[in-house]
């Protein structure tokens, strides 16, 4: 029963580099996510999903970009990567989410570092 | 743009204590409340609420929700350490999106 799984754990890039975290979900979930957590703060909406084939820009999508080519995958990557992008990110998936067991599941978070 | 802030911030109680944590909103095509708590890893569940005036109850946990007046708050009664963490309150539009305060942190000292 793997629910939401996000890889790497860790990473440490260096400015300029790119990467691509992973994101995939096994419940069928039509909704996924993608949060960045910075120390203290509340999660911060990068991309969501409403479909295969469909995404939109959250609260803070400047220097990330998404594919949804399945149900199951969304990943994000990092372009030109910056210290302002050192943080948490959680990937997250849900049934719609006015529906009962319509709540987020959460992916165990990728920490991200760049240097 | 959806906006959902939390109050206070921080919250340090003893033991036993009483605690209501807050969260109100502003969103376009309001669908539903969450809460969830966060410990050292992802957040994990608590509530969801989508009508007013009906409490969701869990233990010493409990929440309900005002549409009229936008906000929401979570309770908990018999505070222990283990109940230390941060809260987080998050808002469903109906386009699919999932707006997140800042959330509370609680510390319970024993």
């Known amino acids: 029963n793997a629910g939401v799984t996000q890889t790497p754990k860790f990473r440490i890039l260096k400015i300029g580099q790119s990467m691509t975290l992973q994101c995939t979900q096994d419940?069928?979930?039509?909704?996924m996510y993608w949060y960045r957590q910075d120390p203290g703060m509340g999660l911060k909406l990068i991309y969501y999903?409403?479909?295969?084939?469909?995404?939109d820009k959250g609260e803070v999508p400047n220097g990330y970009n998404v594919s949804r080519s399945t149900t199951e995958d969304f990943p994000l990557r990092l372009e030109l990567a910056a210290p302002s992008q050192t943080s948490v990110y959680f990937c997250?998936?849900?049934?719609?989410?006015?529906?009962?067991?319509?709540?987020?599941?959460f992916g165990e978070g990728s920490r991200l570092t760049v240097l | 743009e959806d906006k959902v802030v939390q109050s206070p911030l921080s919250l340090v109680v003893h033991e036993g204590d009483t605690v209501t944590l807050n969260c109100s909103y502003e969103v376009t095509n309001f669908r539903s409340l969450l809460w969830y708590k966060q410990e050292k890893k992802a957040p994990t569940f608590l509530f969801m609420l989508?009508?007013?005036?009906i409490e969701k109850k869990s233990g010493r946990l409990s929440s309900i929700l005002d549409k009229k007046e936008l906000f929401s708050i979570l309770n908990i009664t018999a505070t222990q350490t283990g109940d230390s963490a941060i809260y987080l309150c998050?808002?469903?539009?109906?386009?699919?999106?999932?707006?997140f305060g800042d959330g509370t942190t609680l510390t319970v000292k024993p």
């Open positions: 997250a998936s849900s049934s719609p989410i006015w529906t009962p067991g319509g709540e987020l599941f």
């Open positions: 999903s409403v479909g295969a084939g469909i995404t």
């Open positions: 419940m069928n979930h039509n909704y």
């Open positions: 998050a808002v469903g539009a109906g386009a699919g999106k999932s707006t």
């Open positions: 989508t009508s007013s005036g």
